[in-house]
């Protein structure tokens, strides 16, 4: 009874007020889907804002940049910051998938060959060798060689000229009386003496990357095959099934149960923080490591330590691997190509590289021989300083092919089971090369 | 279960209703082609074709990576992580669940009060319940390697996520812990609707506590445990973001689970041919452990029905 | 639908063996249990209390942990500072990340009732769809997201709504709608067909009994789907990893995981920022929980 009395009189009213809403969701879905449509994704006119795609480290860059770029010329400039180990997919993804959300790119060295292939990167050959500004011969070669070079052709400009150094705690291998390792056999039995003397006071010889993310896994790999291998590393396709290779490989296996526990688990974000804390007596990172470590704020450790190029193997000197290292290039669907070219010109030109590197916190590290080379730079980290001045000479490059992120993927995939214990490591370079030869 | 009878046909007869009725449901198909069945087209043809994410469809290759799909060790295997983390997953919360459903009592005011706290594993997104898992598992600093070595029972710390086979089961502690309130609520209502007098003749027959459980209420509520089951291994199937956050499919390839394979073969490799052929794999995976719960699940149902 | 009914719950005791005369108390009643098992419920219930509550305790302690504490080996810290959560907040648009998880779950949770209601009132009254329908419509749930990501990422991006409110919460929506349909199923096919034909008579079609008639009574089953399909939303992570890519859009877990793969360590930053998403829906949980387990229960398990 009560139902029949609600729906004679509420008939009507219900009719219309349905009515009503579905009219006022329809007009609102159709002003959001226009507003949305038109706002995002690329601006074809309007406020000129130019949009970069930054790598987490180098957050600290980025901003500077941004605000550096914006004081000089007035454009505004967007930076949007993705974590290292996702940038890469974020770049590729965002070229091949047309979403062209990014003007500039900041992208790993490693993809250019990738990236250029799919057509992500302008080919900035043209523009690159008529500007003078931008003074192509004073980036250091080697690293200018691997960063932006496809086929004979230039696609971006060097940004962030990484490569590794072996950092040490002075105390504690003071302590231990430990010297700072020249060959890798010292390493090991450094790393063995340190930690079983102090490993009950949570205290380890070294901390190992061992993340399966490529820059940390990759790296640690890397810094071995690079100083092992006595002839150049072809970066095109690196010789796996050479003694070389083997040597690094079982390096890392021996080293890895004295160091910090489950290397497995450990990237540069906790290897960092531990070695700051004072924990660790050595640790393979970046050049800008110097600089956190002085920085009372985040390190325990200032004025407590040192760095000096990375052991050698039987056969092999040391050398800068080029881990990591980040160039910038413009995404071919910019709207606004000269400015976006203009945005990668300042960015990697000598004014900025060396006010970056001078930075704390900005993780970029020298790119251009002035800036290696300045007076400025010495004075803010004379021990890196010194230590790059002599390895940039032998710099080693990853594979840059079209192949390298499968590669890389491949490579730190079996590394991974390797340095878990399923793969012995000639199984996982073996494995490795075989997957390298079915691309 | 009440079934629905067509609503009385009015002068203009049922097909009027019927138009009616698929206008009603045509946006809820207009969904399920957008979300499931496009999906399931493009993945078929992707897979047949050799395709990169930003270059799809740039030649056929035939059955050749949907056998591989099938047959490579390493594709083989992410589908056996899948099925060792789901099923255990799945049938431990359940066996838990009525555990606890059993030992529930709304009653007490601590009973309600445990209720309520249990609805907050399942409020937590996967994400944040990985970051948690992952905090308490750390080599330094973890919660559990702290207490371990603060009393004195650990010299090394203890690798919960760096190590095999700790790493599988500590992501199905995490999947239990998220789930298993699930469980317990459906189960506790399904014991609650259950007849009495079939307890109070158990009870009058001097039946004890063991038998009157094995007897009598299992059987009862087996139906529910087993549509708990089916829903629950079916979302342990989809499992991503807790391997996502805790271990990246690590350590090495321990827990590279088939969700999270695709994930990286898709969007690290990029190679979006490989990853249609190895999902399709993988619904066959689902399907088939997933059917037979189903079925033996309609048959109690209908068996149910009839008593 | 109301939580607990007196032969429920007396019922429940009678489970574990307790004589039937405590089927006659009401709530608070003695029970004649035999000891060992009341004590051993406590046990078990106390137990499940622990472990479900200890990780969420836990990362309320982080939140408020100093960086050095949490590296460390102590596991009491040796103070507490709120520095996480300013720096939460100051280093990450965290408040963002919060609003659009918020708008896009609720939004979604809207699109999703709109959708399945008409559909689940023509699948029980006017049999649209013929028997296997529900089948169907749930198998499109079973199947894991991972499949859909990349026709889904090439559809959103054809149809310009990459990176937006609007786009995120559609898609969201129509993924949780095979949801919302299988557990509204139930609540739909309780209400008794004379009160359909009641409506009838009175000269109402299907659209009217629909929404003056079944809807008001299928309500309290309304209001538990809408809140589980909020919280599916909310606690989703692989599509809006995929769709959004500026804060403007960004929910909240796809923020945290954003927080790692920098230079530092942000633990407390990430449990702060956990925490603070975790709070809007573990209050939404406790309010609506009657609601919510009610429903929840009532619907789907039959």
New interface residues.
């Given amino acids: 009874m009560k139902i029949q009395r609600r729906i004679s009189t509420g008939i009507t009213n219900s009719r219309a007020r349905r009515v009503a809403m579905a009219a006022a969701a329809t007009l609102l879905a159709a002003g959001t889907l226009a507003a949305c449509s038109g706002g995002s994704g690329s601006t074809t006119s309007g406020s000129k804002t130019l949009r970069v795609l930054i790598a987490a480290p180098q957050e600290g860059a980025g901003k500077a940049l941004q605000a550096d770029y914006e004081k000089s010329t007035g454009t505004k400039v967007k930076i949007t910051v993705v974590p290292y180990d996702q940038i890469q997919t974020k770049a590729i993804l965002d070229a091949q998938s047309g979403a062209n959300q990014y003007d500039v790119i900041q992208y790993w060295y490693t993809s250019v060959g990738a990236l250029a292939q799919a057509d992500a990167l302008d080919d900035l050959t043209g523009w690159v060798d008529k500007d003078k500004d931008i003074d192509k011969s004073d980036f250091i070669a080697p690293i200018y060689n691997a960063y932006t070079q496809y086929k004979g052709k230039t696609y971006g400009l060097p940004f962030d000229g990484d490569t590794h150094l072996l950092y040490y705690n002075k105390k504690i291998l003071a302590d231990n009386g430990v010297k700072p390792p020249t060959t890798w056999d010292e390493y090991l039995a450094d790393v063995k003496k340190i930690t079983d003397a102090n490993k009950s006071k949570g205290i380890y010889g070294a901390v190992m990357m061992g993340d399966k993310s490529a820059f940390n896994i990759g790296s640690t790999f890397f810094n071995r095959l690079a100083t092992f291998s006595s002839s150049p590393i072809d970066s095109q396709k690196p010789d796996l099934t050479s003694p070389a290779a083997l040597a690094a490989a079982k390096s890392m296996v021996d080293a890895a149960p004295y160091t910090a526990p489950s290397p497995s688990q450990i990237g540069f974000d906790q290897a960092l923080a531990l070695f700051l804390s004072g924990k660790i007596g050595m640790m393979e990172a970046w050049t800008d490591l110097g600089t956190f470590a002085q920085d009372p704020s985040q390190s325990k450790i200032a004025d407590n330590w040192g760095a000096v190029p990375l052991p050698a193997g039987a056969g092999g000197k040391t050398a800068a691997p080029l881990d990591a290292g980040w160039a910038l290039g413009v995404s071919p669907s910019a709207p606004d190509q000269d400015a976006a070219k203009d945005f990668v010109k300042f960015a990697t030109s000598k004014a900025e590289n060396l006010k970056l590197v001078t930075t704390t916190g900005s993780g970029v590290d020298p790119t251009r021989t002035s800036t290696l080379e300045s007076d400025k730079y010495k004075s803010f980290t004379p021990v890196v300083a010194a230590a790059l001045t002599q390895i940039l000479g032998n710099a080693q490059s990853w594979p840059t092919s079209p192949n390298a992120p499968k590669m890389i993927q491949s490579l730190n995939d079996n590394l991974a089971q390797m340095l878990q214990g399923s793969l012995t490591p000639q199984q996982a370079l073996d494995a490795t090369e075989k997957a390298w030869d079915a691309l | 279960m009440t079934t629905a009878a067509p609503v009385p046909a009015s002068a203009d007869g049922p097909r009027r209703h019927r138009l009616i009725g698929w206008a009603l449901i045509a946006p809820a198909l207009a969904a399920v082609a957008i979300i499931a069945a496009y999906p399931l087209v493009y993945t078929v043809l992707v897979s047949f074709s050799k395709s990169t994410l930003g270059r799809p469809f740039q030649s056929w290759v035939g059955w050749g990576q949907i056998v591989t799909a099938f047959t490579d060790g390493g594709q083989l295997a992410s589908i056996l992580r899948s099925l060792e983390f789901a099923v255990p997953a799945a049938v431990l919360s359940v066996v838990i669940g009525l555990v606890i459903a059993l030992s529930l009592d709304t009653a007490t005011r601590g009973g309600r009060v445990v209720r309520v706290i249990m609805l907050l594993p399942l409020m937590t997104p996967p994400v944040m319940a990985g970051v948690i898992w992952k905090l308490m598992f750390a080599p330094t600093g973890g919660l559990f390697n702290d207490v371990l070595a603060g009393a004195g029972l650990v010299t090394e710390p203890v690798l919960f996520l760096g190590a095999s086979p700790a790493a599988m089961i500590c992501l199905i502690v995490v999947d239990i812990w998220q789930w298993t309130p699930f469980c317990v609520l459906l189960i506790f209502a399904a014991l609650q609707s259950m007849p009495r007098e079939v307890y109070e003749a158990a009870q009058v027959d001097g039946a004890g506590v063991w038998r009157t459980f094995r007897s009598v209420t299992f059987p009862l509520v087996l139906p529910s445990l087993v549509t708990v089951l089916m829903l629950k291994v079916i979302v342990s199937f989809k499992v991503f973001d807790l391997v996502f956050v805790m271990t990246s499919g690590g350590p090495g390839l321990d827990t590279n689970v088939a969700s999270f394979n695709v994930y990286r073969t898709a969007l690290q490799q990029f190679d979006l041919g490989a990853a249609g052929a190895q999902t399709i794999a993988f619904i066959v995976l689902v399907t088939i452990v997933v059917l037979p719960i189903a079925t033996w699940r309609s048959r109690l149902l209908k068996a149910g029905s009839r008593a | 639908m109301s ?2 009914t007196m ?11 307790r ?2 005369r405590a ?1 006659a108390r009401r ?3 003695v029970s004649f249990a ?1 000891r060992w ?1 009341r004590a ?3 046990v ?2 106390v137990l ?2 622990v ?3 200890l ?2 305790a ?2 309320a302690m ?1 939140s408020f942990m100093r ?9 009491v810290p040796s103070g507490l500072s709120w520095q996480n959560w300013s720096s939460a907040f100051d280093r990450f648009p965290v408040a963002d990340y919060l609003r659009n998880s918020l708008i896009v779950a609720a939004a979604a949770m809207v699109i999703a009732l ?3 209601i ?2 689940n ?9 013929g028997k296997n ?1 529900m089948t ?2 749930v ?17 959103v ?1 054809k ?9 995120l919460s559609l ?1 969201e929506g ?2 949780v ?2 949801v919302a ?1 299988w557990l509204l199923d ?1 609540f ?3 209400v ?2 004379e ?6 008579i ?1 000269g ?10 079944v809807l ?1 009574l299928v309500a309290p089953g309304v209001v538990a789907v809408g809140i589980v399909s909020f ?1 599916l939303v ?5 599509i809006p990893l995929m769709l959004s ?2 804060e403007s859009t960004q929910t ?3 923020g ?3 927080m ?8 407390g930053q ?2 702060a920022a ?1 925490f603070t ?2 709070i809007p ?2 209050l ?3 309010f609506m ?1 009657r609601w ?2 009610g429903g ?3 619907g ?3």
């Fill in positions: 939580e607990s032969p429920a719950e007396s019922f429940g005791r009678t489970v574990i063996g004589a039937p089927a709530r608070g009643g035999p098992t051993l419920k406590s078990v219930v499940a209390a472990f479900f509550l990780p969420i836990y990362l982080v960086p050095d504490d949490i590296l460390s080996d102590r596991v709109l959708i399945a008409p559909a009132y023509a699948m029980a009254r006017l049999r649209a769809g329908i169907v419509i198998s499109a749930y079973v199947a894991p997201p991972i499949v859909a990501i990349v026709p889904l990422f090439i559809l991006r149809v310009g709504l990459m990176d937006s409110l609007v786009g898609v129509l993924m709608v095979p349909i139930d739909f096919r309780n008794p067909e009160i359909d034909e009641a409506a009838q009175d109402c079609g299907p659209i009217a009994t629909l929404v003056r008639v008001p919280i909310y606690n989703d992570f692989l890519y500026s909240l877990p796809v945290i995981s954003l790692q793969g920098g230079r530092e360590v942000m633990y990430m449990a956990s998403g975790m829906v573990y939404l949980a406790l929980q919510l387990i929840l229960t009532q789907s398990v039959k």
